[in-house]
Every structure is written in C-alpha cells, then in structure tokens.
C-alpha cells in the first residue's frame, strides 16, 4: 500500500496557471530525505502544480524502483519521469513536455 508521506499531505499550489487543468505529479521519496524537500521546494514554486508525495520506504516494489534515485517526479498519465538531480531550469522544461502533448 503507498502511504503519503509528510503527515500523509497532498500539495495543492495555485491550480491556475499557464493550462487550464492542474498538472499532477507524483513524487516518490522518503520521510527525512533532504533532497525530496528540496524537489518539493522546486515544485511549490510551479503554479497549476498537484503534487502527490509517496513514501518508498515500505513498499519493496518501490524502494527497488526509485530507492538510489530519488526524489523522482512522476507524470502518472505519460509515465514520464524526472530523477534527481534536477533544477528550476529543469523542471520548467519537464512540465512544458507534459503541457505540449
């Protein structure tokens, strides 16, 4: 079962942004992982961004998956992934793809 970390909290940021629907991601990490705050961070400052935030830490299909990567931000509907190490540049770039298809 995928348990929401961060006191199981679903990050909604300001819906309304460049496209008429929010984009949603998935981001796949651990409690504690300071570089999964940071993605966090980088995600906060993307208006029309929902973000869902997984634990990896007790699922074992999981941790196999993203356990060395992580954070990884996740399109569930294109299963396009963005991995650690990433920047604003980046991430600006990620959801544009997302946006444009």
């Not at 400052?45 to 990567?69: N, Q, S, T, V, W």
Request: charged content about 30%; some cysteine.
């Amino acid at each position: 079962m995928r348990r929401l970390y961060s006191e199981q909290l679903e990050v909604r940021l300001n819906l309304h942004s460049q496209t008429s629907r929010p984009i949603r991601l998935e981001l796949y990490g651990t409690y504690g992982c300071h570089l999964c705050d940071e993605a966090e961070a980088l995600c906060r400052a993307h208006p029309g961004l929902e973000l869902r935030k997984i634990d990896i830490a007790d699922d074992a299909d999981l941790m196999e998956r993203y356990g060395i990567r992580i954070p990884v931000l996740r399109d569930p509907a294109s299963e396009l992934e963005l991995g650690w190490p990433f920047d604003a540049a980046t991430l600006q770039t990620f959801l544009q793809n997302l946006t444009s298809e």
